[in-house]
């Protein structure tokens, strides 16, 4: 399984980026499907993801409004796009995956990453 994110780039405050992920495989190898950021800070945060079992999807609060996920199966590829955007988004991007349900762990436990990308939003 291997996961290839790209779309990362400079954007000013309020402008819009769509990350794209590359999936190997089939969609139905993946339970869950989505992103984890990394800030400057080094923290580590959930953002969002699609459960491929019956399509629902989750946000982190600071995103929600402002972020949407998408999925193309025939591509088997997932998108972010990311509208609005502020400076405290700047991260590096990652796409990851689940081959199966983690009790407790939410929509995306993230058993699988792939390499990230990064987003900058700043004036």
């Known amino acids: 399984v291997q996961l290839q994110a790209s779309g990362g780039g400079l954007v000013q405050p309020g402008g819009s980026l769509r990350l794209s992920c590359a999936a190997s495989?089939?969609?139905?190898?993946?339970?869950?499907i989505g992103w984890f950021r990394q800030t400057p800070g080094n923290v580590r945060e959930w953002v969002s993801c699609?459960?491929?079992?019956?399509?629902?999807?989750d946000y982190t609060e600071s995103v929600k409004g402002r972020f949407a996920i998408s999925r193309d199966y025939a591509k088997n590829t997932l998108y972010l796009q990311m509208n609005s955007l502020k400076p405290e988004d700047t991260a590096v991007y990652y796409c990851?995956?689940?081959?199966?349900?983690?009790?407790?762990?939410?929509?995306?436990?993230?058993?699988?990453w792939g390499q990230g990308t990064l987003v900058t939003v700043s004036s």
């Open positions: 699609i459960n491929s079992r019956d399509g629902s999807t």
């Open positions: 495989g089939s969609p139905s190898d993946y339970y869950a």
């Open positions: 990851a995956a689940d081959l199966r349900r983690y009790k407790g762990a939410g929509c995306l436990f993230g058993e699988i």
